[in-house]
């Protein structure tokens, strides 16, 4: 299991197409520095029905607008969004 924050430098991963952080037990808020991975197909960042489940809050940031290849998001299990965009 990953722990912890997800640290901004993640977005240095721009030819990144798919992402699968669910079920770990991550916290905190969503880097507003995503944004810049408009290769990302795939974001599972939250699934239901596990045991094991990340605690990410706060909102969406308005560059994550910027994904426009993204085509599945997951923030299920999360505590609750809002959202900037």
Avoid: C
Avoid at 23 to 39: D, E, F, I, V
Avoid at 48 to 71: C, D, H, M, Q
Wanted: hydrophobic fraction near 35%; proline fraction near 4%.
């Amino acid at each position: 299991r990953i722990e912890g924050k997800l640290h901004n430098d993640i977005s240095k991963l721009v030819n990144l197409r798919h992402l699968d952080l669910s079920a770990n037990r991550m916290h905190g808020g969503l880097p507003k520095q995503m944004g810049n991975m408009q290769s990302l197909e795939v974001l599972y960042l939250g699934e239901t029905g596990v045991e094991t489940r990340n605690n990410f809050k706060g909102p969406i940031p308005a560059t994550w607008s910027n994904l426009r290849s993204l085509r599945k998001l997951s923030l299920a299990g999360n505590n609750k969004f809002g959202s900037q965009i």
